[in-house]
T-cell receptor, first 108, second 113 residues
Framework: GQSLEQPSEVTAVEGAIVQINCTYQTSGFYGLSWYQQHDGGAPTFLSYNALDGLEETGRFSSFLSRSDSYGYLLLQELQMKDSASYFCAVKGDDKIIFGKGTRLHILP | NAGVTQTPKFQVLKTGQSMTLQCAQDMNHEYMSWYRQDPGMGLRLIHYSVGAGITDQGEVPNGYNVSRSTTEDFPLRLLSAAPSQTSVYFC????????????FGPGTRLTVT
């Protein structure tokens, strides 16, 4: 089967850097992706890692270590609009399964 | 492009009633899926389809049926609604070549009394 673990909540200060971790178990790993969801909205795609290493997209970066079944999302120069829930998702075989999400609280 | 559309936005059902949640996409995506979202539970996969005529079960398929007669449409049927099916339902689609980048519809908020 497939399962993902991520912290339920993280708090950081505006302008700072925060890292959201994700560990996974899956058969037939094809990649780890990250989504952002604001309250009342739909999830939106942020980034994807199929190979080990760091992928950077503006203020957001995502890292993957396949040998450790581990990845993280790094958010830099935090802004109040980054207050949202963040989900990691893994594709194994045909299914795409999501973690339970990490609620990011940003303090001014 | 309208992207992924879902209807209705809100629905209230009585226990035992049946209904169909509609999902359509105009991006010619092969991969479509249905998720339900409950507080603290993340997004749980109900059913998915890798192309027209092909469907498969996800993590929580009981009480739901799907069909995929066209590339564009992927309706979700609740056979006999139960209070445990009160949730927000999201439909998503993506290209088979990049299934990790899913596009989500706006969601349907369903309450079963």
């Amino acid at each position: 089967g497939q399962s993902l673990e991520q912290p339920s909540e993280v708090t950081a200060v505006e302008g700072a850097i925060v890292q959201i971790n994700c560990t996974y178990q899956t058969s037939g790993f094809y990649g780890l992706s990250w989504y952002q969801q604001h309250d009342g909205g739909a999830p939106t795609f942020l980034s994807y890692n199929a190979l080990d290493g760091l992928e950077e997209t503006g203020r957001f970066s995502s890292f993957l270590s396949r040998s450790d079944s581990y990845g993280y999302l790094l958010l830099q120069e935090l802004q109040m609009k980054d207050s949202a829930s963040y989900f990691c998702a893994v594709k194994g075989d045909d299914k795409i399964i999501f973690g339970k999400g990490t609620r990011l609280h940003i303090l001014p | 492009n309208a992207g992924v559309t879902q209807t209705p936005k809100f629905q209230v059902l009585k226990t035992g009633q049946s209904m169909t949640l509609q999902c359509a996409q105009d991006m010619n995506h092969e991969y479509m899926s249905w998720y339900r979202q409950d507080p603290g539970m993340g997004l749980r996969l109900i059913h998915y389809s890798v192309g027209a005529g092909i469907t498969d079960q996800g993590e929580v398929p009981n009480g739901y049926n799907v069909s995929r007669s066209t590339t564009e449409d992927f309706p979700l049927r609740l056979l006999s609604a139960a209070p445990s099916q009160t949730s927000v339902y999201f439909c998503a689609s993506s290209y088979s070549s990049s299934p990790y980048e899913q596009y989500f519809g706006p969601g349907t908020r369903l309450t079963v009394t």
